[in-house]
């Protein structure tokens, strides 16, 4: 049975590859599962955040960034 922590970490992972192989769509689809699942991790939102701006879609990474500083105030969000 897989847990719902490695089924998190598997999403994230795979969300990263299909990143750096410039897949920025199946990226984004992985990291949005990941925030259904765990809606309180600041690192799914910038992962996300990054997709959307890579994307052009900046207003959506924006919110992205401002949901990962109210989870984790000590996270540094890029420029947009």
């Known amino acids: ?3 719902r922590r ?3 970490r598997d999403l994230i ?3 990263q590859d299909y990143w750096l192989m410039d897949c920025v769509d199946e990226a984004l689809a992985e ?3 990941a925030i259904e699942l765990d ?3 600041a690192s799914y939102y910038a992962a996300r955040g990054q ?3 890579a994307m052009g879609r ?3 990474a924006l919110a992205d960034y401002d949901r990962a500083v109210e ?3 000590s996270y540094q969000p890029p420029t947009v």
């Open 1 to 3: 049975m897989i847990t």
């Open 6 to 8: 490695r089924k998190l």
């Open 13 to 15: 992972r795979s969300g």
């Open 31 to 33: 990291f949005n599962r």
């Open 39 to 41: 809606p309180s991790d």
């Open 51 to 53: 997709a959307y701006q």
């Open 58 to 60: 900046n207003e959506e």
């Open 71 to 73: 989870l984790d105030p």
